[in-house]
């Protein structure tokens, strides 16, 4: 019901930033409470940071607090991920994800998903 397509990704040197972006299908894109998910290799996919529906406040996963930074641009039906300092751990396909209920940073509250992204950064 909704389309979510994740860019921006690519590779970057430990150090680096890169800006992700999830353009969303439909007018209701202000309904929806975004994240942004990562998911490496062999790994669970965890989150990273989640924005309330009219971008006012934001809440970040421990790992990337001070890093990176979620917005939205409503008018735009986008989302970014801001990712500044980026780590080789950082490594993952990131995902955007639309929940209709609340904010959250569980994976099964999650309603709709993009395709995810690839970052990779070497060190």
């Known amino acids: 019901q909704v389309q979510l397509v994740e860019s921006g990704g690519g590779l970057v040197q430990a150090g680096g930033s890169l800006r992700l972006n999830c353009a969303a299908s439909g007018r209701t894109f202000s309904s929806y409470y975004m994240g942004w998910f990562r998911q490496a290799p062999g790994k669970e996919r965890e989150f990273v940071a989640t924005?309330?529906?009219?971008?006012?406040?934001?809440y970040y996963a421990d790992s990337v607090k001070g890093r990176f930074t979620i917005s939205r641009d409503n008018a735009k039906n986008t989302v970014y991920l801001q990712m500044n300092s980026l780590k080789p751990e950082d490594t993952a396909v990131y995902y955007c994800?639309?929940?209709?209920?609340?904010?959250?940073?569980?994976?099964?509250?999650?309603?709709?998903w993009g395709q995810g992204t690839q970052v990779t950064v070497s060190s």
């Open positions: 924005i309330i529906r009219s971008g006012g406040s934001t």
């Open positions: 994800a639309a929940n209709q209920g609340y904010s959250s940073r569980l994976v099964r509250d999650y309603d709709y």
